[in-house]
C-alpha cells in the first residue's frame, strides 16, 4: 500500500538501525523495504493514509481521499466514501457516499428495516416491502428536509409532484384522543379527491374555498360562472340542484334553485315560517298558524318621509302575434265544513269581502245574489239602475214593466 503506513516497533521490522531488510513476519507478509499487510491482519491502534491525515479516529485519511471497491465485474473502481467540498467555489465540506457512475444503489440496513437509494425511479425507499418505517424528529428540531426530489409511495405512485401516491393511497392523521386513524385527503378508485372521512368534519379556517378557475372576487365559498351545487334524492338517487347561476331567456345571471327532478323548494325561518313551490307550480307559505301569512312589498319602515313600496300580482305578458295573457285568479282554501273568504282592504279597512255566501262591500257582510222584484211603472231610472246591476252580476232583475 503505498499511501500507507504502519508504525511497528523496530524489532518486528527485523534490525536494530537502518531500514529493514529480508522477509517481514507478523502482520506483514513479502519482504522489506515494501512488505504488506496479510490477509485478516489486526491492526493496534491506527492506520493513517495519505501525507496529512486526520489526529484521531481508526483509520485516518487525508483530506479529498477516498475508499473505493472494485465493481462486480472488477472492471471500474466504484467509491465507497470520501469527504470533500463538491467544486472549487464550494464552502461547504461534504461527506460523499457511492458515486453517479458504478453505483446504482445503496442501502442502509437493520435486521429489519432499510432505507435504499437507487438510480431509478424508485427513488428513496423506506422499511421493508409491505410495511411501514416511523421518522422521529428531535424535539425542537426538523424531521426531515427534501430539497428539489419527491417522495413516491406505493407500488405505482404518481409521476408528478414533491408526494406521490398510488391510487388510493392517502395522508392519514392521529386523532386527539389516539382512539382513531383520520383520512386527510385521498384519491379513491373512481379518481375522486376525497378530503376527511365518514367521522371527520373538514374545517376551512377562516379560508376561501374557491372550485374552478375563472372565481368570483367575494364570499366564502366561490364557484365559476354556471357551476352548481347538487346533492341527491335519496341515497344513491337523482342529483337535485340546490343553487347555482346561469343565464335563462331575459335575465342574465340569473339564480337558479332546484331543477326538474324536485318535488318541491322550500325556504324555512325560525318558528317554523316556510314558502314551498312545488312540482304543480303551487307557491305556498306558511306562517305556522300564527296570524296567518304575509306577502309584504318591503319591510315595515318607521322613517320619516318615507314612501311604501308597490306590490304588483301579475299574470304573464305575452307579447307575440295572436298570443293571450295570462289570466290571474284569486282563491281561498276550501275547508271540510267552512270554505274561506276572500277580502279586498284599504289600510286596516276591508272594502270588499267574498265568501261562500256571497259578496259586500264597505264592509258589510257578505249576502247571497239579490233579486229584485216588483214594478218598474214608467221609471225610467230605476230600470237602468237595475239594469246595470244586472249587468254587473251584483242582483237578478226579475222585475216587471
Not at 282 to 297: E, Q, T
Not at 304 to 321: E, M, V
Request: hydrophobic content about 35%; some cysteine; proline content about 3%.
Amino acid at each position: 500500500m503505498a499511501s500507507a503506513y504502519v508504525e511497528l516497533p523496530v524489532e518486528a521490522a527485523g534490525g536494530s538501525g537502518g531500514s529493514p531488510t529480508g522477509a517481514a513476519g507478523g502482520q506483514l507478509s513479502g519482504t522489506y523495504p515494501n512488505p504488506v499487510l496479510t490477509t485478516d491482519a489486526t491492526i493496534s491502534g491506527s492506520l493513517s493514509l495519505g501525507a496529512n491525515p486526520a489526529t484521531t479516529g481508526s483509520i485516518r485519511m487525508s483530506y479529498a481521499q477516498q475508499m473505493s471497491a472494485k465493481t462486480f465485474t472488477g472492471a471500474a473502481d466504484a467509491r465507497l466514501i470520501k469527504f470533500s467540498r463538491n467544486d472549487a467555489n464550494d464552502t461547504n465540506n461534504t461527506i460523499h457516499i457511492g458515486d453517479t457512475t458504478n453505483v446504482q444503489r445503496m442501502y442502509l440496513q437493520t435486521d429489519t428495516y432499510s432505507i435504499r437509494m437507487q438510480g431509478t425511479t424508485a427513488g428513496l425507499v423506506l422499511g421493508v416491502p409491505g410495511t411501514s418505517i416511523s421518522i422521529n424528529g428531535s424535539e425542537g428540531g426538523n424531521l426531515a428536509q427534501f430539497n428539489s426530489i419527491n417522495i413516491a409511495v406505493g407500488a405505482t405512485p404518481a409521476s408528478q409532484g414533491a408526494l406521490r401516491f398510488n391510487n388510493s393511497g392517502s395522508i392519514q392523521w392521529r386523532n386527539a384522543a389516539n382512539t382513531q386513524d383520520i383520512t386527510g385527503i385521498q384519491v379513491n378508485t373512481s379518481n375522486q379527491v376525497v378530503l376527511g372521512n365518514a367521522s371527520t368534519q373538514v374545517i376551512c379556517s377562516g379560508g376561501v374555498v374557491g372550485i374552478g378557475t375563472v372565481l368570483p372576487t367575494q364570499g366564502a365559498v366561490r364557484l365559476p360562472f354556471d357551476q352548481r351545487i347538487y346533492t341527491q334524492a335519496s341515497a344513491g338517487g337523482s342529483d337535485v340542484l340546490l343553487i347555482g347561476c346561469t343565464n335563462l331567456v331575459g335575465y342574465n345571471g340569473a339564480v337558479i334553485i332546484g331543477n326538474a327532478i324536485n318535488p318541491a323548494v322550500r325556504f324555512t325561518t325560525v318558528n317554523s315560517r316556510t314558502l314551498t313551490f312545488d312540482s304543480n307550480g303551487i307557491l305556498s307559505i306558511s306562517n305556522n298558524g300564527v296570524n296567518g301569512a304575509f306577502i309584504n312589498s318591503g319591510i315595515d319602515d318607521s322613517s320619516a318621509n318615507t314612501t311604501g313600496s308597490s306590490l304588483t300580482i301579475n299574470g304573464q305578458n305575452t307579447t307575440g302575434a295572436t298570443s293571450l295573457g295570462g289570466n290571474l285568479t284569486l282563491k281561498s282554501g276550501v275547508g271540510t265544513s267552512t270554505t274561506g273568504s276572500l277580502s279586498l282592504a284599504a289600510g286596516a279597512s276591508t272594502k270588499f269581502q267574498i265568501n261562500s255566501t256571497g259578496i259586500a262591500a264597505f264592509g258589510g257582510t257578505p249576502v247571497a245574489k239579490p233579486t229584485v222584484t216588483g214594478s218598474r211603472g214608467g221609471n225610467v231610472a230605476v230600470a237602468g239602475l237595475l239594469n246595470a246591476l244586472s249587468a254587473l252580476g251584483w242582483l237578478t232583475d226579475s222585475t216587471t214593466a
